[in-house]
């Protein structure tokens, strides 16, 4: 039976405007819940379309803990099924991508076609006369939709459409787009994983947090950089900083480093492959200000998205965040490439992925280690109950409809994602 | 190769690896050429610039990490990993001028706070033969785990 304290009454009183209860981390009954009411009810990040551009592509993911393949039949269209043969709930596919018309169940032989469709049962006559193998198809997706070239699916009939739900987060995943002079970035250089001890919340969070990074990070950001460099970058997340903790509605929120004029500490000498990219971006688009604007972001200092509940975009990384369990997550980070830039443009990408992205990186290695330290502190410390979110309270500014913006090193964001983390957990249908 | 040879290969694979185990990073860098490549591929790709890799490090790369080696505030070595290698199966690959490439397998032990695992790969080296040594060119470790999820590789392989 579910806990009374997380009811849709009484489950709002677990989240202050300035402090979390514990339990909304440690509990699994609250993990259960959420994957009912977040990642079974909101749109949900499934994949990049340049990860399945033919027909017959496919590529396995989740939804929440659900195993779904995403794939694009042979008329083009997208589907997002649930990877579990209808008949007795065995794995269809094993890979983590390909090209295949079928998806053949390797138990009784049951073939789906990359619609979806059940089109062979074998020995199809013990089946009594009234079996309809139109029935039998996987269970799919209510909704998929894609928006410049990020694909996502939700399993709510009702859920309104994926640009109503995107809002303000739309115009910062075309500017990552259009930072590519075709308009499009490309995931195919492949993934760097990783898992923790710990709850999924701690990841969104993190990827928001710019609070945490002149300490977590000050090896990379003091250190390293000043040997690299000449100089520090901790000015650009610290109280002084020019960027912003932004909460852009339906728990989408924004690091804006937009503000932070790296070209006055960096220089401004951009080599040629740079040069042509730059002016690439401004032949494609139509806009020129708005050009600039995608230019100043640069696949550098421009700004972190969350796109609730599992998709960050951060630098030149494309993050998706997967729960597993209560207190076990794993976590994607692809590099996305551009198109129709010279090849040492991508290869700097890729490396600077490396640098701070991956398993032996000068950055994430330091937040996993956070990660785990809070969990060991937070699941064995029912003592300490609150967990708080209270920076920039005094001081975040409103702007139109639910954005909220703050000094970088505010909770500004989070309290924007724990706003909607309520409204999920407690709506009644739709959303 | 020969059995002299074979010898100061095999010592220098040893070395390299009791270096790593002791946590002597400054004369583990050391023995990286000037244009030396440190690469552990995420995947089974032939070319480091197609693809993502869970390590690709140049020479200025390795030298950042003694910086953070050396810092009080490298979290994810705070405590550090311990580890214990075997490196075995020794062969010499190709052999041209003063570079000769050798292939060998690694199994290691790794140890963090209360979380043992186990580490396998095949290790492919390019050496080069300077004075009465080698310097390494090219280190590359396939792990059999490389697709897998990592949370923290900064001990290095």
């Known amino acids: 039976m579910i806990n009374e304290r997380y009811s849709p009454a009484a489950l709002p009183a677990l989240v202050k405007d300035d402090r979390v209860h514990r339990d909304l981390f440690v509990d699994p009954q609250v993990f259960d819940l959420e994957m009912a009411n977040i990642y079974h009810r909101t749109w949900v990040y499934v994949g990049h379309e340049s990860e399945i551009r033919n027909p017959g592509d496919f590529k396995t993911t989740t939804i929440g803990t659900e195993p779904v393949i995403l794939s694009r039949d042979t008329d083009g269209d997208l589907h997002v099924m649930v990877n579990a043969c209808r008949h007795r709930g065995v794995t269809l596919c094993e890979e983590a991508g390909g090209n295949q018309k079928f998806f053949v169940c390797a138990y009784h032989g049951w073939v789906f076609d990359s619609a979806g469709s059940l089109v062979n049962v074998p020995e199809v006559e013990g089946q009594p006369p009234e079996f309809s193998p139109a029935e039998f198809g996987l269970t799919q997706a209510a909704k998929v939709d894609s928006y410049r070239g990020f694909i996502f699916a939700s399993f709510n009939e009702k859920v309104p459409p994926l640009v109503d739900h995107l809002g303000e987060a739309a115009k910062f995943i075309a500017m990552f787009a259009d930072l590519s002079p075709s308009g499009s970035v490309d995931v195919s250089s492949g993934v760097t994983r990783y898992q923790y001890e710990g709850n999924w919340k701690q990841q969104v969070e993190n990827s928001m947090d710019g609070y945490h990074a002149a300490i977590t990070h000050h090896s990379f950001f003091d250190e390293v950089l000043q040997a690299r460099i000449g100089r520090s970058m901790a000015s650009i997340v610290s109280g002084s900083s020019p960027a912003k903790s932004v909460a852009l509605g339906n728990g989408h929120s924004l690091i804006d480093f937009r503000d932070f004029d790296r070209k006055a500490i960096l220089g401004a000498d951009q080599p040629k492959s740079e040069v042509d990219w730059h002016n690439g971006v401004r032949a494609n688009l139509e806009d020129q200000d708005y050009a600039e604007e995608v230019i100043r972001v640069n696949g550098g200092d421009g700004f972190n998205l969350l796109v609730y509940p599992n998709l960050v975009l951060i630098n030149n990384q494309i993050r998706v965040i997967q729960p597993v369990a209560n207190n076990h997550t794993e976590v994607l980070a692809y590099p996305a490439l551009l198109e129709q830039v010279d090849e040492e443009i991508n290869v700097a990408r890729v490396r600077a992925h490396e640098d701070f992205y991956g398993p032996a990186s000068f950055g994430a290695p330091d937040d996993i280690e956070m990660f785990k330290r809070q969990w060991q502190g937070l699941s064995r410390s029912p003592s300490m109950q609150w967990l708080l979110y209270n920076r920039g309270l005094h001081r975040e500014e409103r702007g139109e409809g639910e954005r909220y913006s703050s000094q970088v090193t505010d909770e500004t964001a989070h309290r924007g994602i724990w706003r909607r983390w309520v409204e999920l957990m407690t709506a009644e249908v739709q959303a | ?157």
């Open chain 2, 1 to 157: 190769m020969n059995p002299e040879t074979r010898q100061q290969i095999e010592d220098f694979l040893y070395t390299e690896a009791r270096l790593l185990d002791q946590r002597d990073y400054e004369q583990w860098v050391a023995l990286f050429a000037e244009d030396g490549i440190y690469w552990v591929p995420a995947g089974d790709e032939a070319d480091p610039n197609e693809s993502v890799a869970l390590i690709y490090d140049n020479k200025k790369r390795l030298e950042e990490r003694l910086i953070r080696i050396g810092s009080n505030r490298f979290w994810a070595q705070q405590p550090v990993t311990q580890t214990c290698r075997i490196v075995g199966n020794v062969v010499a690959t190709e052999a041209a001028g003063d570079e000769i490439e050798v292939r060998s397998r690694l199994i290691m032990t790794v140890l963090r706070r209360d979380r043992k695992e186990l580490l396998s790969g095949v290790c492919d080296f390019r050496l080069r033969q300077e004075g009465d040594g080698y310097l390494i060119v090219n280190k590359t470790v396939r792990l059999i785990e490389r697709e897998q999820h990592f949370d923290n590789l900064t001990f290095l392989i």
